[in-house]
């Protein structure tokens, strides 16, 4: 009885502080609402009012270049075909920047990885500095570092290859951190108690334990290393993307062959996003 009364004087307080902690988050809930809401409207108003043609007095047309390229390319469908086989080698060329980035920026980005994992580095004094590095490959946008390269270097694959391979070693670097950071020691202080080197704790007490997630995590990398080529050949980067541009530039006339390049880019993406969800699916759950 005397539980049961001092459990029934106690619940009126927790009631009240309960009550009084939803209070408060629900307060900081709404206000955080209301300032994303001003951002947003200050934002996209300030960026209406720095476009040279008006996001408002755009928007009607908002449907014309699909309509026209959709419209060419079926008045040319027999040539699409061709048109396809015609850029499909500039397509190969994307993939192979593509997949070269993320061959270099995997392996480099591993590397990087057991440097800056709490409990595996080889120097705990360098890990601050080495995440500030991997930071900074992660902040600064590929097409940034592609228009220096290109710049310094011209024009073509390279520059493109550079830039993707960089910034994934950023992102890798990152990511595979994190799964390092989860496995488990027991094997790794077994090699330490018989004298194996760091290289060696790594490569036969880390990697086999990490490595189909590394894997799944470079193979989605590769997705979006193949988007971030197309792009880059905007800036004249090369692939599919410099294609691209120049059908998109000539206007009416070429808008069945840039009808082609999309085509080509959307089964591409279609094809390595099933494959890579496939294996990556294989890898971390054992099933397809």
Known sequence: MTDAASTSALRPGVTDAYLAMVSTRRLWTTTGILIYVLLFFGGFWIANDRNAG??????????????????????????????LLEYFPSLIETVNIAAGATLIGGILGAFASLLVTRGLAPAPW??????????????????????ILIFLLGGGPVPALIAIALHTIGSLGKLFSEVAESAPLD??????????????????????????NWLSYALLRFEINIRASAILGFVGAGGIGYDLRNTMSFGLGMFDEAAAIFMLLFLTIVIVDQGGSMIRNKLTRGRT
Request: charged content about 20%.
């Open 187 to 212: 094997p790794v202080e077994g090699l330490r108690s018989v004298g194996a080197t760091w290289a060696q704790r790594m490569a036969f007490g880390i990697v086999p334990q990490v490595g189909p």
């Open 54 to 83: 008006g996001f408002w007095r755009g928007l009607p047309q908002i449907f014309d270049f699909p309509a026209d390229v959709v419209s060419e390319a079926a008045e040319n469908a027999a040539r699409l075909p061709g048109l």
């Open 126 to 147: 360098a890990i601050a500095p080495l995440r500030r590095l991997l930071d900074l490959l992660r902040a600064v946008p590929e097409i940034v570092v592609a228009l």
